[in-house]
T-cell receptor
């Protein structure tokens, strides 16, 4: 399986600011996704990061709040904009390959706390 | 009603016990099913896929009942290291590769 890293691993931010989270994979992958896991809850898909085009957002998530970039097949960023305490969560990227698109592997996550 | 439902637990069992988790899903048009494991403060990791014919991997057995729309995971001879949260995951037909997660069932294996 691919080796996935995320930066930063954790951060504490002030409300109103923005944070960009990076996801790096050690091999080219077809699909990359961004999830959120709020305290005590399960994972919710934010969006699918599309290489070379705009991300595909799930219901309840918008580009202005969570802009996503995917410049190539190994890298993606998620920005959490104009943060509020409700954005405190773990943000995880995951990847899947065209040879087995059902199977996803997750990065270690970024633990965000907004004060 | 949640799309994927699990008993949150916790299930506290002694080492060596057999424990079973169930998961129900609401959409009959579902194509793929998985169990993921998530350790405290760690990312989810794929434990096993669930096939219509059922499948076994060592001490772990997964079953799918499409008619009743539930998935089960059986852990035999449980170890302390099995303590984790087990997440039921479904891909719904027409949902692309979107994983829909249950809230997870917490297992604590004790001496």
């Amino acid at each position: 399986s691919a080796v996935i890293s995320q930066k930063p691993s954790r951060d504490i931010c002030q409300r109103g600011t923005s944070l960009t989270i990076q996801c790096q994979v050690d091999s080219q992958v077809t699909m990359m996704f961004w999830y959120r896991q709020q305290p005590g809850q399960s994972l919710t898909l934010i969006a699918t990061a599309n290489q070379g085009s705009e991300a595909t957002y799930e219901s309840g998530f918008v580009i202005d709040k969570f802009p996503i970039s995917r410049p190539n097949l190994t890298f993606s960023t998620l920005t959490v904009s104009n943060m509020s305490p409700e954005d405190s969560s773990i943000y995880l990227c995951s990847v899947a390959d065209i040879t087995s698109t059902d199977t996803q592997y997750f990065g270690p996550g970024t633990r965000l706390t907004v004060l | 009603r949640k799309e994927v439902e699990q008993d949150p637990g916790p299930f506290n069992v002694p080492e060596g016990a057999t424990v079973a988790f169930n998961c129900t899903y609401s959409n009959s048009a579902s194509q793929s099913f998985f169990w993921y494991r998530q350790d405290c403060r760690k990312e989810p990791k794929l434990l096993m896929s669930v096939y219509s014919s059922g499948n076994e991997d060592g001490r772990f057995t997964a079953q799918l009942n499409r008619a009743s729309q539930y998935i089960s995971l059986l852990i035999r001879d449980s170890k302390l290291s099995d303590s984790a949260t087990y997440l039921c995951v479904v891909i719904f037909t027409g949902g692309g590769n979107k994983l829909t997660f249950g809230t997870g069932t917490q297992l604590k294996v004790e001496l």
